[in-house]
């Protein structure tokens, strides 16, 4: 299993996107304090969380499935970026920028999900 997930690049990716996204919130009006600001900053917490929580189990099975639970919340992520922006609550470029990001850790993640099922189909 996985030594440490502080050393995998995907955590270090996703800890990015999670900083860029509080200010991202920061600058959402406060009608969106227990909409937009809540969903966006539980969604992009989940990302690097779940890959944590599961490079702390016990078996790749479980470790697969927390990548797929973080996946998911990336998605959600980027919906939820992408209303921002529909709303005129943030610049372009801005959207763009985390668009980017969180197309990396995206990348990453699938990457990471793809050798581990290579491994379980190997052994």
Not at 18 to 36: A, C, W
Not at 57 to 78: N, Y
Request: glycine letters at 6%; hydrophobic letters at 35%.
């Amino acid at each position: 299993m996985v030594h440490s997930h502080e050393d995998l690049e995907v955590w270090k990716r996703a800890m990015d996107l999670v900083d860029s996204i509080y200010g991202i919130t920061n600058q959402l009006p406060d009608s969106e304090r227990f909409g937009l600001v809540s969903q966006m900053q539980r969604a992009s917490v989940s990302v690097p969380a779940n890959i944590a929580e599961g490079c702390g189990r016990e078996s790749t099975k479980d470790l697969l499935r927390h990548l797929a639970i973080a996946q998911g919340s990336l998605s959600e992520l980027r919906t939820l970026i992408l209303i921002t922006q529909r709303r005129n609550y943030v610049k372009k470029e801005v959207t763009t920028e985390n668009l980017k990001l969180s197309e990396t850790v995206a990348r990453l993640l699938s990457g990471f999900r793809r050798s581990l099922r290579k491994k379980l189909s190997e052994g």
